[in-house]
């Protein structure tokens, strides 16, 4: 069993940054490629970014390009998300994953789940 926990959420004005962490209990996260996902109220989880376990391959959605960065030390056992000009349509409960196999764009195929950690950006 893993326990993943995100935190580095809170709240900022559009334009702003904020640094996700994503950490474990129970099982290291340095077998494992990871995600992070984003759900806004009343919308699907929806993937933003994931990082294979050596960090050698990454991946986003177009419109993250850019702005976001997924990255991981796997001495620290940690992944993160560096988000720079957050808008407000970023707005939304951000979530890491371990990922099973296949593709990485779909939350099918992710395991664990942390609890999520709240992002709320302001005009």
């Known amino acids: 069993q893993v326990q993943l926990v995100e935190s580095g959420g809170g709240l900022v004005q559009a334009g702003g940054s904020l640094r996700l962490s994503c950490s474990a209990s129970?099982?290291?996260?340095?077998?494992?490629?990871m995600g992070w996902f984003r759900q806004a109220p009343g919308k699907e989880r929806e993937f933003v970014a994931a990082?294979?376990?050596?960090?050698?391959?990454?991946y986003y959605t177009d419109f993250m390009k850019g702005r976001f960065t997924i990255s991981r030390d796997n001495v620290k056992d940690t992944v993160y998300l560096q988000m720079n000009s957050l808008k407000p349509e970023d707005t939304a409960v951000y979530y890491c994953?371990?990922?099973?196999?296949?593709?990485?764009?779909?939350?099918?195929?992710?395991?664990?789940w942390g609890q999520g950690t709240q992002v709320t950006v302001s005009s």
């Open positions: 994953a371990t990922h099973r196999g296949g593709s990485y764009y779909s939350k099918n195929n992710y395991d664990y």
């Open positions: 990082i294979s376990w050596s960090g050698g391959n990454i």
């Open positions: 129970g099982r290291t996260l340095r077998n494992y490629a």
